[in-house]
T-cell receptor
Framework: EPEVTQTPSHQVTQMGQEVILRCVPISNHLYFYWYRQILGQKVEFLVSFYNNEISEKSEIFDDQFSVERPDGSNFTLKIRSTKLEDSAMYFC???????????FGPGTRLTVL | AQKVTQAQTEISVVEKEDVTLDCVYETRDTTYYLFWYKQPPSGELVFLIRRNSFDEQNEISGRYSWNFQKSTSSFNFTITASQVVDSAVYFCALSLSGYSTLTFGKGTMLLVSP
């Protein structure tokens, strides 16, 4: 069964460093998303991406964040200068259509020290 | 703005009991989609169901059933004859037609003990 994959599973970084989280969405899906979940809290939407551009973004997704689809399979989230409060689980998701079922990857746990 | 409320923070049951997880949503849109996701202790988010706002038929899938009532803006989830493997955090979520953002509730942690 096709699934969304994410690497790495856990990333530890120093405050101020740049990180890139990687995702491979399900191959025939057209919509891609990033969400985050601070430990013990609810899942929060960051950004959606379609047709090589951002279609929606939340207030959390400020200038420190960017997304890219560098090739036909990968979808990345970059945080330029990490802050302590960026520590969270980051989930990538994909769907065939807008409003369709979003299938989530296993997540990347980001720890900012 | 839309909102999803899961008032039950944590529920504990004994195996084989039935349990209902509540979800109440708020939106002014007439077309929207409702979802349930399961997050087991391993942390991944597992899709369970998607419902559109025009389909109020209840759905049953094995031990799982969902009761969608537009009149009360609720989309409740019942697990029949619960099992230890059902222990997880369950999230209800909402998206609006024309948008892809999922708005999640805070989740309900279900603990099923043997």
């Amino acid at each position: 069964e096709p699934e969304v994959t994410q690497t790495p599973s856990h990333q530890v970084t120093q405050m101020g460093q740049e990180v890139i989280l990687r995702c491979v969405p399900i191959s025939n899906h057209l919509y891609f998303y990033w969400y985050r979940q601070i430990l013990g809290q609810k899942v929060e939407f960051l950004v959606s991406f379609y047709n090589n551009e951002i279609s929606e973004k939340s207030e959390i997704f400020d200038d420190q964040f960017s997304v890219e689809r560098p090739d036909g399979s990968n979808f990345t989230l970059k945080i330029r200068s990490t802050k302590l409060e960026d520590s969270a689980m980051y989930f990538c998701a994909s769907s065939e259509a807008r409003g369709g079922e979003q299938f989530f990857g296993p997540g990347t746990r980001l720890t900012v020290l | 703005a839309q909102k999803v409320t899961q008032a039950q923070t944590e529920i504990s049951v004994v195996e084989k009991e039935d349990v209902t997880l509540d979800c109440v949503y708020e939106t002014r849109d007439t077309t929207y989609y409702l979802f349930w996701y399961k997050q087991p202790p391993s942390g991944e988010l597992v899709f369970l169901i998607r419902r559109n706002s025009f389909d109020e038929q209840n759905e049953i899938s094995g031990r799982y059933s969902w009761n969608f009532q537009k009149s009360t803006s609720s989309f409740n989830f019942t697990i029949t004859a619960s099992q230890v493997v059902d222990s997880a955090v369950y999230f209800c979520a909402l998206s609006l037609s024309g948008y892809s953002t999922l708005t999640f509730g805070k989740g309900t942690m279900l603990l099923v003990s043997p």
